[in-house]
């Protein structure tokens, strides 16, 4: 496959350059250096979305009537790397790249109407409630009830691990309106107000002392059914759609390239157990060459998947191929910028947030890891919280296990 820009793409490139340049202020370029997660400072977030909405560059994979750009796809290639390359915060992907899709798809006209405009330029601010304490890969386990009262449905019940809900104005929701011979059977997808009687958020702490996600309990919450997307008892389906979109169709390669390059620029000057520098010890520059090269094939197979699925290819066999590829990989270079920042014998003690404390914002406690660079902490909370990459949007067991079925005839 020809990989070589165009003098056109080239072209664009320096202009996504200029604009990167001219816009990311320091603050919102450390808010994209020293995130711990996939999800950046959520106030950096909001404020990158804002600018780029102004420019008309918030959600360039939408369709052009709905705001998106007419772009080809290398130049949604290039600006994404482009970004990640600059130091951008990333936007938050539960609106704009995961349920605007399916409000296309499935909405009616005055949810598009409603939702797009509001997701586009901020002040609609979706979380993502799937999980239950009882249901998590296992999702059409779930158990949070709707029931049917005349125009509205009564949602009793909660959520669990759910990224942002204490920012969120509107949760998009997984719940059971009737039981029927399969499982999958009988569950709708409700569009939720967070701001609705009967919800109560309680904030996860987790093992890095971050509040990131958060349980959300439903206590007789009234939705009206004109939010429901799609059909009633048919949300299966509006969910695997919007999947696709999680589990893919974003651009992680170059996210994982920069990382390799950082690790090599920083292991370049540390010292390692041989007195030589750290790039130069055998067993880490393998490590990191073995990254480096795997990163690089991501982004040859993100690039074909990518062309695949604009042409009508598999798209969900595609995007579980690239969700297992790509956070196993993330892991893995977690792991090497882990033991980069290790390096000395330094020793990072995790701290509890307090209540209502920072969320996804690295501020080192009085009492905790004391370096010279911001990074050397930071690696310890990024290493913890990519563990979960392999288990959110479906395991990467359930990934293999619709590989085998939809790809190689199994089961």
């Known amino acids: 496959m020809d990989m070589t820009w165009s ?14 340049e001219a816009n990311l202020t320091p603050d919102l370029r450390a808010a994209g250096r020293l995130r711990t997660s996939v999800y950046a400072d959520h106030e950096a977030s909001m404020k990158w979305q804002a600018i780029l909405h102004e420019r008309g560059w918030a959600a360039p994979a939408w369709p052009v009537e709905y705001g998106g750009c007419d772009w080809s796809l290398g130049q949604h290639y290039i600006f994404s790397r482009e970004s990640i390359l600059a ?21 009616t006209q005055e949810q598009k109407d409603f939702f ?4 586009l330029d901020g002040s609609v601010f979706f979380c993502q409630g799937y999980s239950e304490p009882e249901a998590g890969s296992d999702l059409a386990s779930l158990s949070m009830a709707a029931v049917d009262d005349g125009d509205d449905f009564v949602v009793t019940g909660s959520k669990i691990w759910t990224t942002h809900a204490a920012e969120a104005n509107w949760i998009f929701c997984l719940v059971r309106t009737s039981r029927q011979e399969r499982k999958q059977q009988g569950i709708t997808f ?12 309680q904030p996860l702490v987790m093992a890095s002392g971050e509040q990131v996600q ?14 429901v997307l799609g059909k009633v008892d048919e949300g299966w389906t509006v969910a695997k759609y919007l999947l696709i979109f999680e589990r893919g169709g974003g651009a992680a390669a170059p996210a994982l390239q920069v990382m390799t390059e950082n690790i090599a620029e920083r292991a370049g000057a540390m010292t390692g157990p041989s007195g030589v520098p750290l790039i130069e010890e055998p067993a880490f520059a393998a490590k990191l060459a073995d990254a480096r090269v795997r990163a690089k094939i991501l982004e040859v197979l993100e690039y074909r998947a990518l062309a695949a699925m604009s042409s009508g290819g598999d798209a969900g066999s595609l995007a579980s191929m690239l969700k297992i590829l790509g956070t196993e990989l993330s892991q893995k270079i977690t792991e090497l910028d882990l033991e980069a920042a290790g390096v000395h014998g330094r020793v990072y003690q995790p701290h509890a947030a307090a ?8 501020e080192p ?26 288990i959110y949007a479906g395991s990467n067991e359930i990934q293999r296990n619709i590989l085998a079925k939809a790809t190689l005839g199994l089961g």
């Open 7 to 20: 003098d056109a793409d080239n072209a664009f490139r320096d202009e996504v350059r200029e604009f990167m």
């Open 87 to 107: 130091g951008a915060p990333a936007l938050s992907p539960m609106g704009i790249r995961m349920v605007s899709h399916a409000i296309m798809a499935f909405g």
């Open 116 to 119: 797009l405009p509001g997701i």
């Open 190 to 201: 409700l569009l939720i107000d967070m701001t609705s009687p009967g919800i109560e958020v």
């Open 214 to 227: 958060a349980q959300v309990f439903f206590d007789g919450v009234r939705v009206p059914k004109a939010n």
């Open 355 to 362: 209540p209502g404390g920072p969320i996804n914002r690295y």
């Open 365 to 390: 406690p009085a009492d905790g890891y004391v370096s010279g660079e911001a990074w050397q902490a930071v690696a310890p909370l990024m290493y913890m919280n990519d563990r979960a990459g392999s």
